[in-house]
């Protein structure tokens, strides 16, 4: 025997908080070397809580935060929307 069931219910939006803006060319707290297509390279390092709205990032770039590490490969542009989300987009 099976039993379906399906339900559909309307829900109210969940309103997301924005961020206020930040600068734009946020500063790096240090550099690090780090193997990068086969080739050592130096890419900056970066706070994730330090990014405010309407950070971009220039790769090679590292985001840290708690509970993750991000990776902005060369030739990649990182830029924090307005909802604090971090973007990546291949520039060229």
Not at 49 to 65: D, F, M, N
Request: glycine letters at 10%; proline letters at 9%; zero cysteines.
């Amino acid at each position: 025997m099976n039993l379906r069931i399906q339900l559909r219910a309307e829900r109210p939006r969940v309103p997301l908080e924005e961020l206020p803006a930040g600068s734009a060319a946020p500063v790096a707290r240090a550099a690090r070397r780090i193997w990068l297509d086969g080739r050592p390279t130096e890419a900056r390092v970066y706070d994730r809580s330090a990014l405010g709205r309407g950070a971009r990032l220039e790769g090679p770039a590292i985001v840290e935060q708690p509970d993750t590490t991000v990776l902005v490969p060369g030739g990649h542009v990182g830029e924090v929307d307005r909802f604090g989300n971090l973007l990546l987009r291949r520039e060229g």
